[in-house]
């Protein structure tokens, strides 16, 4: 459902109003007078996630701050830009085309119906969809790029001067403001990808990272109800050993090859508990820290200027952080078993992230975990890839459109790739192999630390 907005409204005028004329960058006195001026003046607020940890909710905080802008968007993107642009037109189209959800979010992809434990929609009463018009995004992108481009016709945007001004031109579409004011670009990119990363420290070699974490055993709380919500019956216990492997293990792992490329003073780790019973005094911090003012709408999540509310397990709605929220249910609410299995998979990530170590009294018996028919091992890694990608089965019955209905089936057919790619590396001594590799980055992350004054 789409609502009206009144064209001075913060937010995308609605599909089907004249949207032909783009917005002027509001005759504010520029300081820059090139593109690469333009580009010098704005930094990167790299956001991650170390588990089901509040990334979103905190690049949600930060989408309305005046001297930020973001996209409703989380994963790789940068590296997927050419390093290089010679016709500006044609890669803004490419783009349209490669990020749709960025332009819609009725068409799928990350944002949803938090009944089915995804991310809810937009608005006051959490029915509205986020649009904006790609017509509208070309045209006022190419219009910053003509009025900073008083360059010579052979010289090329870079990869870094494009990424910048296609979220001008989007801000644009939102709101006035003046683009001098703007200091940081907020960037999700959710896990960790090489190649993306290897990317931004060239872009951005001075970037501000904010690295969310959660409790392990917290998280699996959170993540098992998510689960046996999807696969609608018990989870097989196979499924947390490869959660604590790609969340815990593998991503603490990377975090810690990842910091030391970094200043000491350009890293936040924060707790998503912690973040919410901190509240305004987090957010002051994180202002003080990248030396911006405070503003009231850090206290509630927004994309595109529109109210969001979260992808809580439970499923309440909410739009801010909650200060009374119970912290450590996990000591009482997660199965003695489960709570000693992750205290010996992930003891050296417990340690690294800062949070209280027990003694797991028990070792890992990867019997536990042999399977003695391939078709069960199977079937679980397709029901493990299908749980990442939501519900498709039941959302396929349930869409009425036929474009939909191809969409989903599109991703089942992935989902089957990946599953079946999932069981050919455990199959036989595959589980072996890889609870040996979490053995291997535990011993290491266990004689590490991080910077003392990047914990929150």
Known sequence: MIHVVPPNARGPLPDGEDQTEAPSLHGA???????????????????????????????SLFDSHPN???????????????????????????FIKRFPIIFDTSGGGYFGDVKDLGAGNFGSDGDEDLRVCSTLFKKTLLG??????TIDSNRRLSRKEFFVLVH??????????????????????????????????????ELYFIGMTRDPRQDWLSWKTIYAWRVQREVPPIFLV?????????????LSKLVERLKDDHIRIIDLEKLHSSNIKAMTHLCSWLNIEFD???????????????NATNGK????????????????????????????LVPGSIEYLGYDKENPGTSIVIDDFKYSSDLRLFIHCILFRSCLWG????????????IKKIGILRRLGVIVFEGARLFFELRGDGLDRQIAEIVAQQKELLGKKLPPMSIL
Not at 31 to 58: F, H, K, P, W
Not at 144 to 149: A, K, Q, R, T
Not at 242 to 254: A, P, V
Request: a negative charge; hydrophobic letters at 35%; proline letters at 4%.
């Open 144 to 149: 910053i790029v003509n009025e900073y481009c």
């Open 296 to 310: 009231e709408c850090l206290l509630q999540s927004t994309f595109n200027g529109r109210l969001w509310h979260g």
């Open 391 to 402: 519900n498709p089965g039941r959302n396929f019955w349930q869409s009425g459109k036929l």
């Open 29 to 59: 006195p520029h300081r820059q007078e090139t593109v690469g001026d333009l580009v010098a003046n704005i930094n990167l607020i790299a956001l991650m996630a170390y588990g089901r940890a509040g990334s979103l909710l905190i690049q």
């Open 68 to 94: 930020v802008l973001t996209l409703p968007y989380a994963g790789a993107m940068l590296s997927l830009i050419p390093a290089s642009i010679d016709d500006v037109s044609r890669q803004i189209d490419w």
């Open 168 to 205: 001008i031109a989007y801000g644009l579409c939102l709101r006035s403001f003046n683009v001098t004011e703007i200091r940081y670009i907020c960037y999700h990119t959710h896990t960790h990808v090489h190649d993306e990363w290897q990317t931004m420290l060239e872009a951005f070699p």
């Open 242 to 254: 490869l959660h604590e492997y790609n969340n815990y293990s593998k991503g603490c792992y990377e």
């Open 317 to 344: 709605r909410t739009s801010s952080l909650n200060p009374n929220m119970t912290r450590d249910t996990w000591r009482k609410e997660l199965p003695d078993h489960d709570r000693k299995l992750i205290c010996s």
